[in-house]
């Protein structure tokens, strides 16, 4: 059985760091793509950022220069390093992994996170 943790979320001040980790955890043979959602109250769920296995990243317009995602392939993690963190990036932030293929399965889905909370608020 597949599981995406996440971590690292909270209350920062406008201009404040947080790092967000995701890890994927279960009988996983491959992982497409991994990646960071988030919505806030009365939006909806939008890509913050998402990595390939290849490496190749992709960002929303409104945090480029602000967050950077990276991977562990081989502990099947994923980072979210926010910098400069506004208001407007409070929402609640999700992991996902995109086709990720079980070991059992050898067919691939996506896969969501629980969610964690990032608040920028002073």
């Known amino acids: 059985q597949v599981q995406l943790v996440e971590s690292g979320g909270g209350l920062v001040q406008p201009g404040g760091s947080l790092r967000l980790s995701c890890a994927a955890s279960g009988s996983i043979f491959s992982i497409y793509a991994m990646g960071w959602y988030r919505q806030a109250p009365g939006k909806q769920r939008e890509l913050v950022a998402s990595i390939t296995s290849g490496g190749r990243t992709t960002y929303a317009d409104s945090v480029k220069g602000r967050f950077t995602i990276s991977r562990d392939k081989v502990k099947n993690t994923v980072y979210l390093q926010m910098i400069s963190l506004k208001p407007e990036d409070t929402a609640v932030y999700y992991c996902?992994?995109?086709?990720?293929?079980?070991?059992?399965?050898?067919?691939?889905?996506?896969?969501w996170g629980q969610g964690t909370q990032v608040t920028v608020s002073s």
């Open positions: 996902n992994a995109q086709n990720l293929i079980t070991l059992a399965t050898m067919m691939g889905r996506d896969y």
